[in-house]
């Protein structure tokens, strides 16, 4: 028994040791106080062309961060409410999918904020949000699907260089800027960029169907770009406001109460270790890029 209660007592005074050594350390307003519980707000930026990956350093998310640290707050207990702070013209439309997938994915409530641009597959990601706010001087809108395909058969031909294509299968050279296109790779490329539309419209339908006037709709979708104001009179987005207004919104969507707390997402400056690395990436891409045939792509 004596035993005991000197372990007992032991235990405790380790117990009163270890939090006077938390108390010295952790203000007392985190450690006890209610900001220990607080949700915080993830502000994720996305900037900049989308791509899916990026041979060098950049100072923008690839789409294949992005999903990941949405992933990430989505998961964090601290979180209350995500903010995609959104400058963005577009990008590839399977790299903008990807992202819009894993933002209806999140059991969270999700806000965008267009800043100076969310056109395209920026506005496709902000579609995905739970609620839109802009700048109403923002550009946004861009609904629409291209394909850019460079033919420099003419331009050869008056330099004098004659390129040989040697293919199996008749349209395996397709894009190539060393061949035109015939009628029928024409319309084919035409109808997986169609399709690729369709699909842009039928998810902002489904993401935003009860905000939209169709028949508006359907004339917007032809690639125009749309001023926050007019996006707002189309039911493209919510509202229009400042970030820090959008930032209130987040709060209040959020559940959060009081001054919010933000987590901002963002990469470190560029070192001299990415200088060397970003230079020798891009080497390599010029040779690479000498080496391979062209792709034909599509953006949104």
Not at 173 to 184: A, H, K, N, R, W
Not at 260 to 265: A, G, Q, S, V
Request: hydrophobic letters at 45%; glycine letters at 12%; a negative charge.
């Amino acid at each position: 028994m004596r035993n005991l209660i000197i372990l007992s007592l032991a235990s405790l005074v380790a117990l009163a040791v270890i939090v006077l050594i938390l108390s010295a350390a952790i203000p007392s307003g985190l450690l006890f106080g209610p900001a220990l519980f607080e949700k915080s707000i993830a502000v994720i930026p996305v900037k900049g062309e989308i791509f899916s990956s990026t041979g060098g350093y950049s100072s923008s998310y690839t789409a294949e961060e992005l999903v990941a640290i949405i992933d990430d707050a989505g998961n964090d207990p601290t979180i209350g409410v995500i903010f995609l702070d959104i400058d963005s013209p577009g990008g590839g439309v399977v790299a903008t999918k990807q992202i819009v997938a894993k933002i209806r994915q999140v059991d969270k409530p999700v806000i965008a904020y267009i800043g100076d641009v969310g056109a395209s597959g920026g506005y496709y990601i902000a579609a995905a949000a739970d609620e839109i706010i802009a700048d109403e001087d923002s550009l946004t809108g861009s609904i629409g699907v291209i394909s850019m395909v460079y033919e420099m058969v003419e331009l050869l031909d008056n330099l004098g260089v004659k390129v040989t294509t040697i293919t199996a299968g008749k349209n395996k050279d397709i894009g190539s800027p060393f061949s035109e296109l015939t009628e029928g790779q024409r319309n084919m490329l035409q109808e997986i960029v169609n399709q690729a539309l369709e699909g842009f419209k039928e998810d902002i339908i489904e993401f935003r169907g009860n905000k939209l006037d169709m028949e508006v709709f359907d004339e917007l979708t032809d690639g125009r770009i749309l001023s926050g104001r007019q996006a707002l009179e189309a039911g493209l987005i919510d509202d229009v406001g400042t970030k820090e207004y959008a930032f209130e919104k987040a709060a209040e969507l959020g559940g959060i109460t009081g001054e919010p707390i933000l987590e901002i997402y963002g990469k470190q400056g560029l070192t001299l270790f990415d200088v060397f690395t970003q230079a020798g990436s891009s080497f390599g891409d010029g040779i690479s890029s000498r080496m391979l045939p062209p792709d034909v792509g599509l953006k949104s």
